[in-house]
């Protein structure tokens, strides 16, 4: 009899972004701290003329807890950041009764990429290892690099 090998449910994204304001700080009824964030992260794409353009992307983030503190102490408008985390799709009634859905991030982990003076490092909000990476403005997504190789290059 053949094994049937079930669907895994995975839930996961990473991404590294800039926030496109303050984070927004509320408490919930517990009193557990939450910090909603506004994040763009820029994509190339290529224009008629085979020219890359930037095109941004935002979304919305939120985190809870420790995270959420780390956030409001640390971030800011145009901090560079990296998330980990979650999808999660909502959806409500707004007040003309049209029903309308959302997607958030729903942050695991959060990790500043900018050098932090005080902290002499990189500044993340766990006492999880530092991540090494920092991000150079003329990075660009490895599928576009391989779209500057020419036939002569492969070597088969």
């Not at 939120?62 to 990296?82: W, Y």
């Amino acid at each position: 009899m053949a094994k049937v090998l079930r669907f895994p449910r995975i839930n996961s994204i990473t991404i590294s972004a800039r926030l496109t304001r303050d984070p927004e700080i509320r408490y919930s009824n517990n009193n557990m701290m939450i910090a909603k964030l506004g994040l763009a992260f820029d994509r190339l794409r290529k224009d008629e003329y085979g020219n890359y353009q930037a095109v941004a992307n935002f979304f919305d983030a939120t985190a809870f807890g420790k995270q959420a503190e780390f956030c409001n102490d640390q971030l800011h408008k145009g901090s560079p950041v990296v998330i980990e985390g979650e999808l999660s799709i909502n959806s409500y009634t707004d007040q003309s009764g049209v029903n309308r859905r959302f997607t958030e991030v729903l942050i695991n982990r959060i990790h500043l990429l900018d050098r932090e003076a005080s902290q002499g490092g990189y500044g993340q909000a766990d006492d999880a290892p530092v991540d090494q990476y920092t991000p150079k403005a003329n990075d660009e997504p490895s599928s576009i690099r391989q779209d500057n190789v020419s036939e002569d290059d492969v070597p088969f």
